[in-house]
């Protein structure tokens, strides 16, 4: 279903790959007489724009009623897109540590891997408050980052411990679901 929500998930994916080319090629500023900073503004600019867009996407979803399967889908599938851009251009441009990114990604694909066995099960784990100060902590580390602000190293190993610990609450909470399942 067509809606306010999933468009604006719709315009996170459509941004993630944009910037992931903006923070890969610095020099289509500086080769066109922009300083390099210019770069940086522009990559978080378009992340701040697109993080914008899940708080506003999940709001009208809940507040106007508007949530759908599709958004269901979406929403998790855009901010994973938004995060992975970039994490990885940050990390390929020698920004952030290739294992803090790869401990991110391994989170993310085991939690996915929880949830669709999840679904499959008919149980129903939800994002909890630890999975989203994780995305916070995710988003300003990668807003330090991408500005090439002071500490945003050590930001980025403070979402990753937030990322490792919401990941452990997943899996207890997706344990306790399963449990209370089999003994109803």
Do not use: C
Request: no cysteine; glycine share 6%.
């Amino acid at each position: 279903m067509i809606n306010l929500p999933n468009i604006l998930a719709s315009l996170r994916i459509i941004i993630a790959p944009l910037m992931f080319w903006i923070i890969l090629n610095p020099e289509f500023f500086t080769d066109n007489g922009y300083h390099i900073t210019w770069n940086y503004y522009f990559a978080s600019l378009l992340f701040v724009l697109a993080s914008a867009t899940d708080f506003f996407d999940g709001y009208i979803a809940r507040e106007w009623n508007q949530m759908t399967m599709l958004g269901a889908i979406l929403d998790p599938l855009a901010d994973k897109m938004l995060t992975l851009a970039a994490f990885l251009g940050l990390m390929m441009i020698g920004e952030a540590s290739a294992w803090a990114i790869y401990i991110i990604i391994v989170r993310e694909l085991f939690i996915t891997g929880i949830r669709t066995v999840a679904v499959s099960e008919g149980i129903s784990v939800k994002a909890s408050w630890a999975g989203k100060v994780k995305t916070v902590a995710q988003m300003i580390a990668i807003g330090f980052l991408l500005m090439h602000w002071p500490f945003g190293a050590e930001l980025l190993w403070f979402a990753v411990a937030l990322t490792v610990y919401s990941g452990l609450e997943y899996l207890w909470g997706f344990k306790s679901a399963l449990l209370k399942d089999s003994n109803s």
